[in-house]
């Protein structure tokens, strides 16, 4: 069974950047594929981000393409999103999970074992 808590979070004004770290608990996930997702009120889940499990293929939603980089780091069995260029539609709050079943396109039914999630607010 593993347990990912997410951290990072937190208010930057528009433009800013922030950093998030997804840290797994309780077995390796490095064999694994990983994801981000993030949740607005009132919205659905939305994916952000999946990395493969060698850090070697990285996709992303078209929202944050160009602005926000997925890395990993299996020794420290930890997953990262970095947000640049922040605007006020990415507040959300922040999910990373496994990709138990990495096919694309990615599909929130093909992720488990969610995090709490760490929440992102962007303003002015």
């Known amino acids: 069974q593993v347990t990912l808590v997410e951290s990072g979070g937190g208010l930057v004004t528009i433009g800013g950047s922030l950093r998030l770290s997804c840290a797994a608990s309780?077995?390796?996930?490095?064999?694994?594929?990983m994801g981000w997702f993030r949740q607005a009120p009132g919205k659905e889940r939305e994916f952000v981000a999946t990395?493969?499990?060698?850090?070697?293929?990285?996709y992303y939603g078209d929202s944050v393409k160009g602005r926000f980089t997925i890395s990993r780091d299996n020794a420290k069995n930890t997953v990262y999103l970095e947000m640049n260029n922040l605007k006020p539609e990415d507040t959300a709050v922040y999910y990373c999970?496994?990709?138990?079943?990495?096919?694309?396109?990615?599909?929130?039914?093909?992720?488990?074992?969610w995090g709490q999630g760490t929440q992102v607010t962007v303003s002015s």
């Open positions: 999970a496994v990709h138990a079943r990495p096919f694309r396109p990615p599909r929130l039914a093909n992720f488990g074992s």
């Open positions: 309780g077995r390796s996930v490095s064999s694994y594929d």
């Open positions: 990395i493969n499990w060698s850090g070697s293929s990285t």
